[in-house]
């Protein structure tokens, strides 16, 4: 790890503003994705701003019924809270099925939407990364490629987003709160928050440089039964080759969301007007433009399989 210096925030505004004075600084809390990074110089901030100490752990109803999630609650806190578990559940059984215990207890609200992807050519320095370093190449096309991208990749990256809660947050219309160098805030939907790689892949986000997410609001509750199904390779710490997140309504209706299958969580408006139809009708809406290849073709009956198990789940429980 190379040698960095380090500040704590006083408020959000001075962390921003502390953020964009130094070039290639990295705000840090739970450090749980960072500090790895660091260690395999994949990441090499010269500075490091410590938000920890800024109020923002609380979970609080708006008054407009919504529920806003501030930046540094912790996962463990946040999948445990009675009103997700009653309202937003399937935040909360996504939160559940990641990492691990001991890393739910670190890991905070903004720092799971804003982790880096676990490609394996992305963690080896030897490997040329379009996402580690700009204009090197993507040496995850033609190699081993079965937990990567089937729809969304480009020519320059076929990485996945690794985050649970992503997934479920994109699923229930989150939107992000942030604060910007000058003070100034914003809320960005989730819809809009990740980018696709295009020839870019390493700018991941629509965030600007210093930009802090203090919150994320989630609106009123859908209702409705909730799910979250995640296939992985072994049953903990493990990211999910496919996660299925859907609220389904009595009469059929309801909301898909994807994670493992694209370079952010994929939700696809379309699909979810054929939800009525049952799997297969969903998931060729879903995957409408899949690219796969020899390794990870198992992705697309995988999904309809796990999408259609959740649809009947619905039906009869």
Known sequence: ???????????????????????????????????????????????LVDVNGLGLDKIEATPDGSLRIGALVRNTDLAADARVRRDYAVLSRALLAGASGQLRNKATTAGNLLQRTR???????????????????CSAI?????????????????????????????????KVETVRPNGSTRVIPIADFYRLPGNT????????????????????????????HKVRDRASYAFALVSVAAVVQRDGTGRVALGGVAHRPWRVLAAEQVMQRGGKAVTDQLLANARTTSDNAFKVPLVERTLSAILVSARTS
């Open 1 to 47: 790890m190379r040698a960095f210096t380090y500040q704590r925030a006083g408020s959000p505004a001075e962390a921003a503003a502390a953020l964009a004075k130094v070039p290639g600084a990295r705000f840090i809390a739970g450090g749980t994705n960072l500090l790895d990074l660091m260690k395999l110089e994949i990441e090499t901030p010269p500075h």
């Open 119 to 137: 490609c394996p050519y992305f963690y080896d320095t030897n490997q040329a990364c379009n996402k580690r370093e700009p204009g090197t190449g």
């Open 142 to 174: 033609g190699g081993y490629t079965r937990g990567h991208a089937i729809v969304g990749q480009s020519d320059a990256c076929i990485a996945t987003h690794p985050s649970d809660m992503a997934v479920a947050m994109q699923l229930l219309d989150g």
């Open 201 to 228: 892949p390493h700018i991941e986000t629509t965030l600007a440089a210093g930009e802090l997410i203090t919150a994320v609001t989630l609106p009123r509750p859908l209702g409705g039964k909730h799910f979250y």
